[in-house]
């Protein structure tokens, strides 16, 4: 511009002298130089402003990204930890899958076994227990039941029938004599599950558990001894005695 400047000039000093027309087109181009500088100067100025602008919208949208930037990051470590801990729920799911089916195993053998086992339990107690094992399911894969319902009928189950093999037991009930079809009132002395003695009407006997249940022998001699076991039991005699009855040690035999 500088340059641009002096040779205007030198050409305005050249042409001082010249003719008119002359000057005149020296002084045209000077005022179109004129407009042109300061067009230049306004654009430079508009620039300057436009640049400190764009320089500040520059710095907002580098801390925004900047900003965006530590918030994906952030998010993808809350990613990584979900991702881990849909993994770990994974494993526990297939480790509670794996359980259950333990558990499952084991409640459809212990369901078959006491049903097998109920026709072998005292009478008294399979009428104590009857709506209990009404609860359990006849097929694992029809009932409707879950798996702590059934566990607790399996537990109730274990658990009255222990207990009745820890004591000494007195029942009565209506049932026919041995070998006869006359029904009578028993009363019966259960030891355990495994032992019983019965005092009937002109009769008294004992009792062992066969292969289809509760075996009962006719044996009246057995009944004075058979009534004082009872008076004990019942609180009616505390006078310690021994009293000797036969016992069933294994199917067939009785000593």
């Known amino acids: 511009m500088k340059r641009l400047t002096l040779a205007l000039m030198s050409a305005y ?10 000057l005149d087109d020296v002084r045209t181009t000077i005022g179109e130089w004129a407009t042109a500088e300061k067009a230049i100067s306004r654009e430079s100025l508009q620039w300057q402003e436009e640049r400190v602008l764009l320089e500040d919208l520059l710095t907002v949208a580098d801390k925004r990204v900047a900003k965006l930037e530590a918030i994906i ?19 526990q799911s297939e480790r509670v899958a ?11 053998k ?14 008294p107690l399979q009428e104590e227990l009857e709506p209990v094992y009404q609860r359990l399911p006849l097929q694992a ?25 820890a004591k000494i037991s007195l029942s009565e ?24 003695y019965y005092l009937a009407p002109n009769d008294a006997g004992y009792g062992k558990l066969g292969t289809a249940g509760w ?10 001894k058979i009534q004082e ?6 609180g009616r005699s505390t006078e310690p005695k021994l009293i000797e009855l036969p016992v069933a040690l294994k199917e067939g035999a009785v000593k």
């Open 98 to 108: 794996a359980d259950v089916q333990q558990i499952e195993s084991f409640l459809v």
């Open 173 to 196: 009930s209506i049932r026919a004599l041995p070998g006869s079809e006359v029904e009578v009132s028993f009363r019966t002395l259960w030891i355990g599950l495994g032992q019983a």
């Open 110 to 123: 212990m369901e078959r076994g006491l049903r097998e086992l109920k026709p072998r339990l005292p009478e």
């Open 73 to 91: 990051e952030e998010h993808e470590g809350f990613v990584s930890t979900a991702d881990a801990k849909r993994l770990e729920l994974l494993d």
């Open 229 to 234: 076991c009872i008076a004990l039991v019942e």
């Open 13 to 22: 000093i050249s042409v001082a002298s010249a003719s008119p027309e002359a």
């Open 215 to 224: 075996e009962w022998h006719s044996q009246p001699e057995l009944a004075a």
């Open 141 to 165: 894969d029809e009932t409707t039941l879950g798996l702590g319902e059934r566990m607790q009928s399996v537990v109730n189950l274990l658990g009255k029938i222990r207990e009745f093999d």
